[in-house]
């Protein structure tokens, strides 16, 4: 079955520790994005990535990192710099023409202890 | 830039009544539209799109939303719910009016919470 994986769902991590969260996606899709999605906020873009080893900031790139060194993977790095990383994250993939639908994954819950 | 905005945050509403969920954007371009549900603990799953031709669009599960240009806004509708529509809804706008620059790159409302009633 073609689609996006996220691992772990469920995450737990001190203050002060980096984490990375992993996405997969086996749709052959170019583009790939992170959300972060917080109650009552939508969800808001992280970071993107249209085509591998290249990525762009989003709107709240503050205290993460992405890597895209191959195409089916795109992994999120919150990083100990991030002020409130306790939220659900989501990875999404598409094709890179404009109306081509983004697809998601089942997304991980971070929570900071 | 664009924005998206979900006037309810939360809808309750019995079975087999209908539904409206209202979405209203602004962006200085021309814009596809999209409503995305998503169940508890789950990822976000596309129910329908517009991206041009006809504005009315219609989902599999009998939800449907116009587009209406004139006041900006992409209602989504339903005219008899079930137990099963409950969940989420988002709303959200693409531009493609940027010099491809950022396509796909989407921008959600912050959603709206439907409970469907027995």
Same mark, same amino acid.
């Given at each position: 079955d073609g689609g996006i994986t996220q691992s772990p769902k469920y995450l737990f991590r001190k203050e002060g520790q980096n984490v990375t969260l992993s996405c997969e996606q086996n749709?052959?899709?170019d583009a790939m994005y992170w959300y972060r999605q917080d109650p009552g906020q939508g969800l808001r873009l992280i970071y993107y990535s249209q085509i591998v080893n290249d990525f762009q900031k989003g709107d709240i790139a503050e205290g993460y990192s992405v890597s895209r060194e191959k195409k089916e993977s795109f992994p999120l790095t919150v990083t100990s710099a991030q002020k409130n990383p306790t939220a659900f994250y989501l990875c999404a993939s598409s094709g890179r023409v404009v109306t081509d639908t983004q697809y998601f994954g089942p997304g991980t819950r971070l929570t900071v202890l | 830039a664009q924005s998206v905005t979900q006037l309810d945050s939360q809808v309750p509403v019995f079975e087999e009544a209908p539904v409206e969920l209202r979405c209203n954007y602004s962006s200085s371009v021309s814009v596809y539209l999209f409503w995305y549900v998503q169940y508890p603990n789950q990822g976000l799953q596309l129910l329908l799109k517009y991206? #041009?031709? #006809?504005t009315l669009v219609k989902s599999i599960n009998g939800f449907e939303a116009e587009f209406n240009k004139s006041q900006t806004s992409f209602h989504l509708r339903k005219p008899s719910v079930h137990i099963s529509d409950t969940a989420e809804y988002f709303c959200a706008v693409s531009d493609w009016g940027a010099g491809g620059t950022s396509y796909g790159k989407l921008t959600f409302g912050q959603g709206t919470i439907l409970t469907v009633h027995p």
């Open positions: 749709l052959n899709h | 991206l #041009s031709g #006809s």
